[in-house]
Antibody
Framework: QVQLQESGPGLVKPSQTLSLTCTVSGGSISIGSYYWTWIRQPAGKGPEWIGR???????NYNPSLKSRVTMSLDTSKNQFSLKLTSVTATDTAVYYC????????????WGQGTLVTVSS | QSALTQPASVSGSPGQSITISCIGTSSDIGGYNYVSWYQQHPGKVPKLMIYEVSNRPSGVSNRFSGSKSGNTASLSISGLQAEDEADYYCSSYTNTGTLVFGGGTKLTVL
């Protein structure tokens, strides 16, 4: 069974770059039928989709975050990553990585989530 | 993209049935059969309960069902149980290739 695990700093200073990595086990991220996704959820609010990456390298980003987001894949390490630049307090949230089966629009396997706080 | 609209809360007694609505637009729910529903217990990871409007992943109880009419999707839960008390979120594929979530509905089992 596929498992995902987020890793990265839990505290980021305002204006700096948030960087997270998702390590996938139990399956290869090179399989073309899956999309690799980042989702975040501020405390007490609903999830917000950040974006997805295909194994081909193609990306889709949330229009509201597009200017600050970069996603990448490292197939040799079976990992994918998220970078969010110029962070502010409003970027404080639990960040999840997830797998979306192609053609369903539904992330089915999620990581446990990692809390990232933006504060000086 | 605007968040999908869900009622803030719904409630029901054990054994009863409830329905949660999720209102979107023709650019998301109305345009695609890619509506999903997630259950989230406090402090836990969202769990996929319904995908492609009405399909249940393996292991999800058949007490959960989904439907769609126009720009509105619905999640129904029959035979309410105490363990169903949780937050529920809908999501939809959009015409820009992105996903959008609803604000969530808190289900209370009385």
């Amino acid at each position: 069974q596929v498992q995902l695990q987020e890793s990265g700093p839990g505290l980021v200073k305002p204006s700096q770059t948030l960087s997270l990595t998702c390590t996938v086990s139990g399956g290869s991220i090179s399989i073309g039928s899956y999309y690799w996704t980042w989702i975040r959820q501020p405390a007490g609010k609903g999830p917000e989709w950040i974006g997805r990456m295909y194994t081909s390298g193609t990306t889709n980003y949330n229009p509201s975050l597009k200017s600050r987001v970069t996603m990448s894949l490292d197939t040799s390490k079976n990992q994918f990553s998220l970078k969010l630049t110029s962070v502010t307090a409003t970027d404080t949230a639990v960040y999840y990585c997830a797998r979306e089966k192609g053609g369903t629009g539904a992330p089915d396997y999620w990581g446990q989530g990692t809390l990232v706080t933006v504060s000086s | 993209q605007s968040a999908l609209t869900q009622p803030a809360s719904v409630s029901g007694s054990p054994g009863q049935s409830i329905t949660i609505s999720c209102i979107g637009t023709s650019s998301d729910i109305g345009g695609y059969n890619y509506v999903s529903w997630y259950q989230q217990h406090p402090g836990k990871v969202p769990k996929l309960m319904i995908y492609e409007v009405s399909n249940r992943p393996s292991g999800v109880s058949n007490r959960f069902s989904g439907s769609k009419s126009g720009n509105t999707a619905s999640l129904s839960i029959s035979g309410l149980q105490a363990e169903d008390e949780a937050d529920y979120y809908c999501s939809s594929y959009t015409n820009t290739g992105t996903l959008v979530f609803g604000g969530g509905t808190k289900l209370t089992v009385l």
